[in-house]
């Protein structure tokens, strides 16, 4: 699976560990995000995983910012971007079976690295429930 992952400074310690996770079960990771903890501008690091998203590059991206919102916000200007801010393992997998996310924002600072890769477990091995929830998500997008 090949995933596009992004953050800023509050998420590096996140984004190495996760990708360090994912690429030891086998996924290809795109990278936009920061390497430093110095302040940076979150948007710069994410829309470059939207477009990613919107563009079929990848199947999924993760962005992590200090508390997910504003990386969420940015994510969703896309069409064909569904990006989900989640806080607990419920609320991700919701994401994915009632809203087919395809984006999923970690608030860095509202819980741990050892949360946030459980998190994206969830988040990758949760399929899309479909039936009525399709007709709900095929509504999300502007036209």
């Known amino acids: 699976m090949q995933i596009s992952i992004g953050n ?7 984004k190495n560990a996760i990708i360090k996770h994912l690429q030891e079960t086998g ?5 936009h995000g920061t390497d430093a903890e110095d302040s940076v501008d979150y948007p710069d690091f994410i829309h470059p995983v ?3 998203i919107e563009a079929g590059k990848s ?3 993760i962005i992590v910012c200090g508390s997910g919102n504003g990386a969420n916000m940015t994510a969703n200007k896309y069409q064909g971007v569904r990006s989900a801010l989640c806080w607990n393992n419920e609320i991700v997998a919701l994401a994915r079976q009632h809203n087919d996310a395809n984006v999923l ?6 819980v741990s690295v050892q949360q946030a890769i459980k998190f ?5 091995d949760t399929p899309f429930d479909g039936g009525r929830h399709k ?7 502007c036209s």
């Open 135 to 141: 007709r709900r998500v095929d509504k999300i997008a």
């Open 120 to 124: 994206v477990d969830i988040f990758l």
């Open 8 to 14: 800023d400074h509050a998420g590096t310690l996140y």
């Open 59 to 61: 199947n999924f991206g």
């Open 27 to 31: 996924n290809t990771i795109i990278n």
């Open 105 to 110: 924002s970690i608030p860095a600072r509202f």
């Open 50 to 52: 939207a477009k990613d």
